[in-house]
């Protein structure tokens, strides 16, 4: 079977990531477009991955079997109304992964009737350790399913929900997610700087740290709270130190931020979505 072409629609942060990671797991670059209003952001894409770039949108699309909308949700009606015509004709795949919007609003202003997978990627997508939702509509059929699954799992893991309402927790789940990760590591380093470390040791120590326990986490066989408690010696360093997290509320910090961002996510589709 010959390569599908990949159009993306929006070719910023998030497209980056993903055509890098598209493009590491042995995607060809001929087989891939980006259309962007912006010429910088399509020489980029041009210079560091080598991938048919263009500013008319109805020119990717034209050449696509799949489309990924990669643009800010308060600009997809718009993009979706520019290339409708083009996706009514040749029914490729679309695949959303705007956050917060909801797959009948996307099929409404693509011209009605269109397969649409939404999918929630993140930006560690870029080196292949990506992790990415979707859900798919009743017009998506099991090839395209298998379509979109392939290309999301080329840049990590890829998991279905089969409700639409769970990719609102998706979305302040691992969405978001890695952002939280960065914030601590942030935090972390700060601290260790204000313990007098070096600054290039203080950073140093953070990240491996941070890499160290991922790992430890996804490929070993113990649970994080076991890991957890491997490394707390009773009346040790580490109680001392997650004695002060609890008391400062860090469950309950987490609890609001990704009750935050999944109340964000429910109404971006409110503000961008509907008519
Ligand atoms: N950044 C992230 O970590 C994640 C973002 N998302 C979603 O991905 C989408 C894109 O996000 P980012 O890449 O972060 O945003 P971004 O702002 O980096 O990229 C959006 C791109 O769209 C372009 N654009 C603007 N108007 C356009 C139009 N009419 N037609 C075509 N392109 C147009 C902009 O020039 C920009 O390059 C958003 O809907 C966001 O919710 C989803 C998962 C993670
Ligand atoms: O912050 C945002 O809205 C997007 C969606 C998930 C990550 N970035």
Redo the contacts with the bound molecule.
């Keep these: 079977m010959s390569e599908s072409t990949i159009a993306f629609?929006?070719?910023?942060?998030?497209?980056h990531s993903l055509v890098g990671g598209l493009i590491a797991g042995g995607r060809s670059p001929q087989h891939l477009w980006v259309?962007?209003?912006?010429v910088d952001?399509l020489d980029t894409h041009r210079h560091r991955h080598g991938i048919n770039v263009t500013q008319e949108?109805t020119e990717a699309a034209a050449h696509a079997d799949v489309i990924v909308m990669?643009?800010?949700?308060q600009?997809?009606r718009?993009?979706a109304a520019q290339i409708a015509s083009i996706v009514q004709e040749r029914q490729p795949l679309v695949l959303s992964?705007?956050?917060g919007l909801r797959e009948p609003d996307i099929s409404r202003w693509l011209g009605g009737n269109v397969p649409v997978v939404r999918a929630?990627?993140?930006?560690p997508s870029l080196l292949r350790c990506g992790a990415t939702a979707l859900y798919a509509n009743p017009s998506v059929s099991a090839a395209q399913k298998t379509l979109a699954e392939e290309i999301m799992a080329a840049v990590g893991m890829a998991l279905w929900v089969d409700e639409e309402a769970h990719m609102d927790a998706v979305t302040a789940t691992s969405?978001s997610g890695?952002a939280y990760f960065f914030l601590v590591m942030e935090a972390m380093e700060n601290a260790a700087r204000s313990l007098d470390l070096p600054p290039e040791l203080a950073r140093r120590l953070v990240l491996q740290t941070a890499l160290g326990a991922a790992r430890m986490a996804n490929e070993g066989d113990d649970d994080p709270a076991t890991l957890r408690e491997k490394v707390t010696s009773p009346g040790g360093t580490t109680a001392a130190a997650l004695e002060v997290l609890r008391e400062q509320g860090l469950e309950e910090c987490f609890r609001k931020a990704l009750t935050a961002a999944r109340d964000r996510s429910q109404t971006l589709s409110d503000e961008f979505g509907r008519d």
Excluded: R, S, W
């Design positions: 629609i929006g070719g910023g942060n998030m497209a259309a962007d209003p912006f952001q949108n990669a643009v800010k949700p600009i997809l718009e993009a992964i705007a956050a929630m990627p993140n930006t969405g890695p």
